[in-house]
């Protein structure tokens, strides 16, 4: 209900998701799903909150897949997978409690997203 709402103000393209704030003792963490606009109108300001991605370097994993739903069960599960499973440890690296998806909407043909993640090194085991 709330995008259709701030649609003039939405770029339509682009949508996001973030985890963060993990609890590894309750094995929760916090989801926010947003977009991107250039500015919320007066009357829905208190309805949003703003959220954006820390500066810093990212390792960004792009994942395609022949549509949507594919994308975000198949190609996601796949792609998450390999990078936290293979390749990550294989770079000697692990990543903060936090990562963002960029979903790309005005593609035709290919669903598309991006898995953003913010590199540590692994503590060598000794």
Known sequence: MEKVSIAANLNTAVEMGMFHGED???NLF???AGGLVQNIPDRLQDGF???ELPA???IVCRVE???FEDLVTVALDQAGKYLFGIW?????LTTEPFSAEKYYRDLEGMACMEIWVKPLP???KG
């Not at 990550?88 to 000697?92: E, G, T, V, Y």
């Open 24 to 26: 590894t003792v309750q």
């Open 30 to 32: 916090t989801y926010f």
């Open 49 to 51: 909150v703003k959220r």
């Open 56 to 58: 810093g370097e990212y």
């Open 65 to 67: 897949a022949e549509n």
């Open 88 to 92: 990550l440890p294989r770079h000697n």
């Open 122 to 124: 692994l503590k060598n």
